[in-house]
């Protein structure tokens, strides 16, 4: 399975590739929402997208909105993690977690494992 790791810190990205990778999953990665974006636009189908929330230019919110209205891709799961301590009372997508930073790495691996496609 691939998973897309999106966060414009690059050493999250490469904690988080180094975490999954050792898990035997391929790991797509984008440093920015827009990057992210094109890569889905362009047919990137990973079965789980792990997105950092607070970006510059297109946050992982918007990142979210376009992933399930835009691209109609309600299928793939969604870990959205922010330093933001209160999960969103708006998330009831059963296809969506929500991780606040600093993350432990038993609760990302916890949470691919809920979503990932079986």
């Known amino acids: 399975m691939v998973v897309l790791v999106v966060d414009d810190e690059d050493t999250i990205v490469q ?5 999954l990778s050792d898990e035997g999953l391929e790991v797509e990665t984008a ?16 079965g789980l997208m792990i997105s950092d929330v607070m970006m510059p230019g297109l946050d992982g919110w918007g990142l979210y909105r376009a992933l399930r209205y835009e691209l109609e891709l ?3 799961g969604v870990i959205l993690m922010s330093a933001g ?5 708006h998330l009831d997508d059963p296809a ?4 606040t930073k600093p993350f432990d790495v038993a609760d ?3 949470a691919v494992e809920e979503l990932r496609p079986h």
């Open 108 to 110: 990302v691996l916890e």
């Open 15 to 19: 904690l988080l590739s180094d975490i």
């Open 74 to 76: 309600g299928s793939i």
């Open 96 to 99: 969506t977690r929500f991780i």
């Open 31 to 46: 440093l920015d929402g827009r990057i992210a974006l094109k890569k889905l636009r362009g047919g990137l189908r990973p």
């Open 85 to 89: 301590r209160n999960r969103p009372q």
